[in-house]
């Protein structure tokens, strides 16, 4: 017989309990829950906390092994060209499949959920939900705050055959256990924290979750690493979106419709919907600087703007809706330092003068338009997102866990080291950022969507290197990324030397979340 072991996780939050519960039933809330370094979301919930609602995920290998995996392959496949990557086989990032039913609910109580199909022998999770006692956690108006109770009935695959093998069973099976319980706390301490600090955000922007207005937020590249969390972060407060999608197939239903930004077609009565269109599309950067990725880099930002703007002009004016754009800290330019007056790159600065920044100052000036048209405009210059799920922070996983990693070997830096700067955001910072300029009607112009404490290059390898227990000492020879990304691709994205100041945003309210790095990282990466 197969023995079942219990596993807790207790949550304490100074929200009331309804607000607690309003959350987890929204959509979006399962998406922001889910820990980037342990699986992925395929789809689902497919009826909320419903009995019989199912939920799919891919489920990556605990620890270090997960992390090497699926780093190496989202590595492979941003810098691989597409025709091959398209032949690479999903088991290239060893992920398991699992299904999940929904068998009890509870209004405002408890509901669970139980493993169909997985990895496991057994698995039920029931989510409780209480006051808090008197003083343990008061929200702000004196009422009790809620207790989150995680309680995990599992069994592991072949635990009773491990059991049984002679002299090293019962220490075999008792350390399996504690491997994976140590598992669980890294992805129940991750989920706590997004769900206090996402209750956090919604307090301080008051939507439907706590009494206050709903909005409707159209978004381009929603299914992408940021647009993904800004959606998730927007629909469990409450909020609508729009998502804007390219491909027929990926239109489900009413709050998902077509666009073609480079042919300039766009559903207006969509963007008439909206109170804000929010515009992340954009084709990665990531890739050779040939002549044709230069041109696509280029024309999906500025022609996907110019369809967008274009489009808010054939509203009326009383229709129109403001607009957040996309932008980045190539702005300032690859070898901008800490600009000129050594105080960091703040948002009033011109452009610099190679491709990326040209892209930028482009991208930038048709969002502008849309301020002629009488509507609110932000641009959120993101800095480099640490998720393990994309992104730098992604490529350079397999060379730190392989014990390999270190500081980039560039042409150098202004930074106090002799490296370049490196500025940088979390997440779910950059998720909240954007969020912040959508409901925040007095939020409008650039803004840096970078953390308050920019580090140099040796800094950000010997920080990661501390995180992940690894070496991080040996400098990382140049020109593997000017094989892969090309002289000029290498010089304005790797070896950019970018120190941007975060001081516009902090002004603006924004409270945020990992204002240091290795705090940001050890979330991500759930170390």
């Not at 419903?50 to 995996?69: D, K, N, Q, Y």
């Not at 992340?280 to 369809?307: D, M, N, W, Y």
């Amino acid at each position: 017989m197969t023995q079942t072991r219990v596993f807790e996780h207790r949550t304490l939050l100074a929200h009331p309990r309804e607000t607690v519960w309003g959350w987890m039933a929204n959509p979006g809330a399962l998406q922001r829950l889910n820990p980037p370094f342990a699986s992925e979301l395929v789809s689902g919930p497919t009826n909320g906390l419903a009995v019989g609602s199912e939920t799919r995920l891919r489920i990556a290998a605990p620890g270090a092994l997960g992390l090497f995996t699926g780093a190496a392959d989202g590595f492979l496949r941003t810098v691989l060209p597409s025709a091959v990557t398209g032949r690479l086989p999903d088991a290239a990032a060893p992920r398991l499949p699992w299904l999940a039913r929904h068998t009890a609910y509870e209004e405002g109580r408890m509901f669970r959920d139980e493993m169909v199909s997985g990895p496991l022998a057994s698995w039920v999770h029931t989510h409780l939900f209480e006051d808090a006692a008197p003083g343990e956690a008061d929200t702000a108006d004196g009422r009790p705050g809620t207790v989150v109770l995680d309680r995990v009935e599992y069994a592991l695959p072949a635990q009773s055959l491990l059991g049984r093998v002679p002299g090293v069973g019962g220490a075999a099976s008792a350390k399996a256990h504690a491997l994976f319980e140590a598992e669980l706390r890294r992805q129940f301490a991750y989920r706590a924290r997004v769900l206090a600090e996402d209750l956090d955000f919604h307090a301080a922007h008051p939507g439907p979750l706590t009494g206050g207005p709903r909005r409707t937020v159209a978004v381009t590249g929603a299914g992408g690493l940021i647009g993904t969390q800004l959606c998730a972060l927007l629909t469990s407060g409450g909020h609508r979106v729009i998502r804007l999608v390219r491909d027929p197939r990926s239109v489900t239903g009413e709050d998902t419709t077509l666009w073609d930004p480079l042919r300039g077609t766009v559903d207006d009565r969509a963007l008439g919907e909206a109170d804000v269109v929010v515009n992340l599309a954009g084709e990665p950067i990531a890739g050779r600087f040939t002549p044709e990725h230069k041109e696509a880099v280029h024309a999906s930002r500025v022609q996907g703007t110019r369809t967008l703007v274009d489009a808010i002009a054939r509203l009326p004016q009383e229709d129109r809706p403001a607009l957040v754009n996309g932008s980045a800290i190539g702005y300032y330019g690859a070898d901008a330092g800490t600009g000129p007056f050594g105080s960091g790159l703040a948002e009033e600065l011109e452009p610099g003068s190679d491709f990326l920044a040209g892209v930028v100052a482009d991208w930038e000036a048709e969002a502008r338009r849309a301020g002629e048209l009488g509507v609110r405009v932000v641009t959120v210059r993101t800095g480099i997102v640490l998720s393990p799920a994309g992104g730098m922070l992604q490529q350079m996983l397999p060379l730190f866990l392989a014990g390999a990693g270190g500081p980039m070997a560039t042409r150098g830096g202004k930074s106090h080291d002799g490296s370049p700067w490196v500025s940088w955001i979390g997440e779910d910072d950059i998720a909240g950022i954007l969020a912040h300029a959508v409901l925040d009607d007095a939020v409008s112009g650039p803004y840096n969507g970078t953390a308050p404490e920019p580090v140099t290059a040796k800094e950000f390898a010997r920080t990661l290197g501390s995180v992940l227990r690894r070496p991080s000492a040996l400098p990382v020879p140049g020109f593997g990324p000017r094989l892969l990304l090309g002289a000029e691709g290498a010089a304005e994205t790797v070896e950019a030397d970018q120190k941007a100041v975060a001081d516009r945003l902090l002004a603006s309210g924004y409270a945020m979340r990992a204002p240091g790095l290795e705090d940001a990282l050890r979330h991500a990466l759930g170390r």
